[in-house]
């Protein structure tokens, strides 16, 4: 089993940048694959980024592809999403997951509290 704490949310304006970390437990987060997914009021939970267990591959959505960047850190089992040129509609609570490479929810098992980003305009 795989525990995630985010942490790195806050409040930023337009155009700025932030930087979320996900921190796993246990000795098997090289095994996973690993997720940022995001929510925002009224909406459906929405793919964001992903990595794989090696962290050679990734995979964005559209609406942050040349803005946001995943990373990890397998010797300190954490995951990274660099946020860059933020708009107002990154506004949401961040998730992050572990799992199976992937863009759905689906594919991943495990699940952090979330963390709140807001950009204000």
């Known amino acids: 089993q795989v525990q995630l704490v985010e942490s790195g949310g806050g409040l930023v304006q337009a155009g700025g940048s932030l930087r979320l970390s996900c921190a796993a437990s246990?000795?098997?987060?090289?095994?996973?694959?690993m997720g940022w997914f995001r929510q925002a009021p009224g909406k459906e939970r929405e793919f964001v980024a992903a990595i794989s267990r090696s962290g050679i591959s990734t995979r964005y959505a559209d609406s942050v592809k040349g803005r946001f960047t995943i990373s990890r850190d397998n010797a300190k089992n954490t995951v990274y999403l660099q946020m860059n040129s933020l708009k107002p509609e990154d506004t949401a609570v961040y998730y992050c997951a572990a799992g199976q490479y992937g863009s759905s929810w689906t594919f991943y098992n495990y699940w952090g509290q979330g963390t709140q980003v807001t950009v204000s305009s």
């Open positions: 246990g000795r098997t987060f090289s095994s996973y694959a």
